[in-house]
């Protein structure tokens, strides 16, 4: 019997799991610089949960959920996204009770039900932030350039950022109103009707050629927006603008949760085909509410850490020597394998990557691996260089040599590889 992973998940073994870590810690660095907080988080909670916080119209709740009842009888569904359960955990902790906003990050494994398809996975990888408890539209705009950061840090210049207003309840009412009307006289089907009753702006979102071109004429929510949702939109172009962001206002943008209020925004790549959406976030004022907070309003984003990856390597930017190793020892016999492993263990404590080629292997075959795992520099150590007290540092892109005394080695090797 020889097992295959699940249909649809998204798997990372090397060489490429070193571009798939490079790039998620790309995504993570702006975020951690600025000043949001790890939240490790269950990748499974109550079905419920979801249900409530994802919204009942959208796809995600409908037909994507991997839930299934543990052993107590109770319903459990597999994270299909970080928000709600990272609010849970928030209210859960009192981790708003102290000053605001409280930010927080997690990333990991998430699960969705869909077609796979390149770029759309069951199991896929992603990193999010959640800011709680401030309205400041500049926080918007940060968030938003937090993201745009992370995408640049890749080295991505293929994408584009648009960016919309769902507006706050008063204009959504007003909207929807007319959105409602619009809809009833569109000859649509029974189970779109339906989904349409309990979140008109899915519409929007439709796949289906013929309802893609009859919501064309639809009233757009931009049009509806409060004078105090227009305030906030207009303030976040502003700080976008200062920061530098372009983007470009999409009226028609539907995200697929349905928690989403005033600032929403995408990340969209250019190469990637449909399944384009990089990343993605927005506000979502009186979500706490709705699984039992406080009324605090909060707004983050979600980063396909998958799809960040094919990006990268569509544009050829991947960062080939992330994560090599530093240096591999070749031992030849017993006393210079006791001598590797000293060496690399003093090594490795100062930070440098070393690798060992055990298994009393030749000279050759140890060569061969080394350069195989694509590490910078290669030491043999073999009786000669007991004797002498001397080795050659190889360096493995140029094939120079130099040599070393072994009582200097680590202190030779320290300066050579971190310029300290
Ligand atoms: P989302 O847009 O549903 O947002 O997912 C975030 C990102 O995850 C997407 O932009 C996409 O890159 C990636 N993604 C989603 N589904 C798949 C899939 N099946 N395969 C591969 N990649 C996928 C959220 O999940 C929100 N929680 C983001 C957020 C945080 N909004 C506010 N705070």
């Known amino acids: 019997m020889r097992y295959q992973a699940p249909k649809g998940v998204s798997e990372y073994y090397p060489p490429r799991s070193r571009s798939f870590e490079w790039v998620r810690q790309c995504l993570l660095a702006p975020i951690q610089r600025a000043g949001y907080q790890l939240l490790e988080l269950p990748v499974f909670e109550d079905t419920e949960l979801f249900t409530r916080g994802v919204g009942a119209s959208t796809d995600v709740v409908n037909k994507e959920m991997y839930t299934f009842e543990d052993r107590g009888s109770r319903s459990i569904t597999l994270r299909p996204e970080g928000t709600v359960g990272a609010l849970r955990s928030v209210i859960e902790h009192g981790l708003d009770k102290g000053s605001l906003p409280a930010k927080f990050y997690y990333s990991g494994a998430f699960f969705r039900a869909e077609r796979p398809q390149a770029g759309r996975y069951r199991q896929f990888y992603s990193v999010g932030i959640e800011a709680v408890g401030t309205d400041d539209p500049a926080i918007d705009a940060e968030v938003i350039a937090i993201a745009d950061a992370g995408f640049r840090n890749i080295g991505l210049k293929q994408f584009h950022l648009e960016i919309t207003s769902l507006g706050d309840r008063e204009s959504r009412a007003a909207h929807r109103i007319d959105l409602k009307k619009f809809i009833a006289q569109l000859s649509l089907d029974e189970a779109t009707r339906n989904r349409a009753e309990i979140n008109p702006l899915r519409l929007f979102d439709d796949k289906r050629e013929e309802v893609r071109s009859a919501m064309k004429a639809a009233p757009v929510l931009l049009d509806y927006l409060s004078h105090e949702s227009k305030t906030h939109f207009e303030a976040v172009q502003k700080y976008l603008k200062v920061l530098n962001i372009d983007y470009v206002v999409n009226p028609r943008m539907v995200r697929g949760l349905d928690y989403y209020t005033g600032t929403t925004f995408e990340f969209v790549h250019d190469l990637l085909g449909a399944q384009s959406g990089i990343g993605g976030g927005g506000r979502y004022d009186g979500l706490m509410e709705e699984i039992g907070g406080s009324a605090l309003t909060g707004i983050g984003f979600g980063l396909g850490v998958d799809r960040a990856l094919l990006a990268a390597e569509a544009e050829g930017v991947v960062d080939q020597s992330a994560f090599l190793g530093d240096l591999c020892i070749i031992p030849l016999g017993d006393e210079a394998k006791s001598l ?27 060569m061969k691996s080394a350069d195989k795992s694509g590490v910078k520099y290669v030491i043999v150590l073999g009786e000669e260089e007991l004797q002498s007290g001397a080795a050659e540092l190889k360096e493995m892109s140029t094939g120079e040599a130099t040599s070393v005394t072994l009582s200097s080695l680590v202190p030779t090797l320290v300066t050579t590889l971190t310029g300290k």
Request: no cysteine.
């Open 340 to 366: 590797a492993l000293q060496i690399a263990h003093e090594l490795r404590s100062v930070s440098v990557s070393v690798e060992i080629a055990f298994g009393d292997r030749s000279v050759k075959s140890g």
